[in-house]
Nanobody
C-alpha cells in the first residue's frame, strides 16, 4: 500500500515557475514507477510526465516537453515536478500516481493516486 500526498501548487503568473512535490509513504517507494497527471475544469485527465523506479528513464507529454522536469529522490520517498515557463493552459489540478508496472502515460496502469494540488497560471 502506498499513500501519496502532493504539495507545492499555487497561483503564478505566466512565465513563472513552480515545483510540485509528492511524498509517498511506505518502504517500497523505490520499486514503483511514478507519474504526474493533470485535469483542467471540464477536461479529461491527461498525462504530464513519468519516471522509472530508478529515475533513469523519464517521459513527457509533448505539451510540457522542454518546460517541465520530473525527478525523484528515493531516499526521501519523494517525486518532483519542476515546472518552468508556465502558461495559462497549464492551469489544472495536478496528481501524482504510482505504478508497480513500468513508467507509462496510461493512467489505468497506475495503482495509487494522491489527492491533487491546484496549479493556477494567470495571464
Amino acid at each position: 500500500q502506498v499513500q501519496l500526498v502532493e504539495s507545492g501548487g499555487g497561483l503564478v503568473q505566466a512565465g513563472g515557475s513552480l515545483r510540485l512535490s509528492c511524498a509517498a509513504s511506505g518502504r517500497t517507494f523505490s520499486s514503483y514507477a511514478m507519474g504526474w497527471f493533470r485535469q483542467a475544469p471540464g477536461k479529461e485527465r491527461e498525462f504530464v510526465a513519468a519516471i522509472s523506479w530508478s529515475g533513469g528513464s523519464t517521459y513527457y507529454a509533448d505539451s510540457v516537453k522542454g518546460r517541465f522536469t520530473i525527478s525523484r529522490d528515493n531516499a526521501k520517498n519523494t517525486v518532483y515536478l519542476q515546472m518552468n515557463s508556465l502558461k495559462p493552459e497549464d492551469t489544472a489540478v495536478y496528481y501524482c500516481a504510482a505504478t508497480s508496472r513500468i513508467a507509462t502515460m496510461r493512467d489505468d496502469y497506475y495503482d495509487y493516486w494522491g489527492q491533487g494540488t491546484q496549479v493556477t497560471v494567470s495571464s
